[in-house]
């Protein structure tokens, strides 16, 4: 007879010790005082995600959607909150639901894809980002949603394509909160230097740098060839991991493990 799962793989009965913030205490208040508004729960969830309590945000938008089910910002929050766990699947099928009610939700085309991306299912990614470049409303948001299709195309060997691709991103864009994106997009379509970039995502936070330099190990492995090199920025990646839960640490700590498959 085959075996069994164990009950301390399958089951996560630990909780975070770390203190609540008062922003996390007041959006518990609000519940409080209001127990049956989905909006309140999906507060709730923000904040927590906020203080990267990301299992206890799950929970809060599912109470939520037990009180609004078709409320689509829930799905596409929880969704998020999934991605920052590293349970893709979880997050596809949330941002698929969201999408269902909302079609035209930037964010959840926007996170659909990078889901998709990370499962490795790389021609859904590449429909949900076609789909999310033209509803993109600024050139904030066609950079990033360009910088994520681009990886895309240069994980699926098609480099002539996503030069074309990058073309559309030009330096005088205003790229807003895309500006991580922004850089290496330019590196993409030969505007900017890629040594040049590195050095200065390595200077800026944990984050802002996993930001900055995850596309361009991608790079330097799938367009340059230069594999030992993309190992390298992938795991300074890694080892620079505060904020753990973001798109790109993720996805370097993925590639990192898988790296010799």
């Known amino acids: 007879m085959s075996k069994k799962g164990?009950?301390?793989?399958?089951?996560?009965?630990?909780?975070?010790?770390?203190?609540?913030?008062?922003?996390?205490?007041?959006?518990?208040?609000?519940?409080?005082?209001?127990?049956?508004?989905?909006?309140?729960?999906?507060a709730l969830g923000l904040a927590l995600r906020g203080q990267m309590f990301f299992r206890e945000a799950l929970e809060a938008y599912s109470i939520?959607?037990?009180?609004?089910?078709?409320?689509?910002?829930?799905?596409?929050?929880?969704?998020?909150?999934?991605?920052?766990?590293?349970?893709?699947q979880e997050a596809a099928a949330d941002f698929e639901m969201g999408l269902r009610i909302d079609p035209k939700n930037w964010d959840c085309w926007y996170h659909l894809g990078l889901s998709y991306h990370l499962m490795g299912s790389y021609?859904?990614?590449?429909?949900?980002?076609?789909?999310?470049?033209?509803?993109?409303?600024?050139?904030?948001y066609r950079i990033c949603t360009t910088d994520w299709y681009c990886m895309t195309l240069m994980k699926m060997g098609r480099i002539d394509d996503m030069r074309k691709a990058a073309s559309r991103i030009h330096a005088d864009m205003e790229p807003g909160m895309s500006e991580g994106y922004?850089?290496?997009?330019?590196?993409?379509?030969?505007?900017?230097?890629?040594?040049e970039?590195?050095?200065?995502?390595?200077?800026?936070?944990d984050h802002m740098y996993a930001t900055g330099a995850y596309g361009l190990a991608v790079y330097e492995e799938y367009v340059l060839g230069n594999r030992e090199k993309?190992?390298?920025?992938l795991t300074r990646i890694a080892g620079r991991d505060e904020t753990w839960g973001g798109f790109?640490?993720?996805?370097?700590?993925?590639?990192?493990?898988?790296?010799d498959d």
């Open 64 to 88: 939520g959607l037990t009180y609004d089910p078709f409320m689509s910002l829930l799905y596409r929050h929880r969704g998020h909150a999934y991605v920052n766990l590293g349970q893709y």
């Open 182 to 195: 922004f850089d290496r997009v330019l590196v993409y379509n030969g505007t900017r230097n890629i040594d």
């Open 248 to 259: 790109a640490e993720h996805a370097a700590a993925d590639q990192l493990k898988h790296w």
């Open 123 to 140: 021609e859904r990614a590449l429909k949900a980002y076609e789909t999310c470049y033209a509803l993109s409303p600024t050139d904030e």
């Open 6 to 42: 164990l009950k301390e793989n399958q089951i996560f009965a630990a909780r975070d010790t770390v203190e609540e913030n008062d922003k996390i205490k007041a959006a518990r208040e609000a519940v409080a005082a209001d127990p049956t508004n989905a909006e309140k729960y999906m």
């Open 230 to 233: 993309a190992k390298e920025i």
């Open 197 to 205: 970039v590195l050095a200065e995502a390595a200077a800026k936070d």
